[in-house]
Structures are given as C-alpha cells and as structure tokens.
C-alpha cells in the first residue's frame, strides 16, 4: 500500500461516535491490501492528487448502524467508497477505473455523489458495473 494507510480503509466517524472498534481481522485486513495494491493506489497514481476513502472496512456492527447490506463486501474488506471532492471528479474516478482497472464492483452512488469500488483477490472478479 503505497497512498492509502489500513487506518484510512477502517476509519470511520459513525464507528468513533459510537465507540465501536473497527479494527479488520486478518483475511479483511489482506482482502484490503489488494484492494489497495490492485485499485487504489494504480488509481491515485494516475490521477495525481488525493482521494478520500469514505468508507472501507465495516465490521457487523458498524455495517448494521450505517444500514449497509449483509452481504456487503465493506464486511470482506474487499470494498470502499471514495471521493475526489466532487461529482465531476468522481466521474473522473469512476470512468478511468471501468476502463483500465481490476474491480468486481464498480457502482456510480447517487448521480457521483461517491465512488463504490470492490475486488476480490481470489481474482474472481465480475466487473460489474451499477448506478443506484
């Protein structure tokens, strides 16, 4: 992991507000180091300038508070959404990973608003691409 720290994939203010350790186990911790090292940091590369990490990893508990879906891949660490600052940014992001990325998911979150990307280092990855 070249631009991303493990802290910045775990950080979350919901998890702090509520005093919740959201600390990864051992294979999330792997799941978002290849994250990193397949999409993100390749990502940061080429775009130049700092990328937000809104959410990454979420363990049960913080997943449930936010009203992320169980078989979310925030909960594998195979998941995170970012940001670049603005919805003309992010499209950036988004359109730049779809052609010349590794992903499973690539999700376009309300009109841009942020960024979902996912990758599963088994490889098995369905560059699967959404809208909602």
């Known amino acids: 992991m070249k631009h991303f720290t493990m802290g910045e994939l775990c950080d979350s203010t919901t998890a702090d507000a509520h005093g919740i350790k959201n600390t990864p186990p051992l294979q999330e911790a792997g799941n978002l180091k290849a994250l990193a090292d397949n999409v993100l ?29 169980a078989s979310s891949q925030h909960l594998k660490g195979e998941a995170a959404d970012i940001t670049a600052g603005s919805r003309e940014e992010n499209r950036k992001l988004f359109e730049y990973i779809r052609e010349n990325l590794p992903f499973d998911q690539l999700i376009d979150e309300k009109n841009y608003s942020w960024v979902h990307v996912s990758y599963k280092r088994d490889g098995k990855n369905r560059k699967q691409i959404l809208k909602l």
């Open 41 to 69: 940091d390749p990502l940061r590369e080429w775009y130049g300038k700092p990328i937000s990490v809104n959410s990454g990893y979420r363990c049960p508990q913080l997943n449930r508070l936010v009203g992320g879906k």
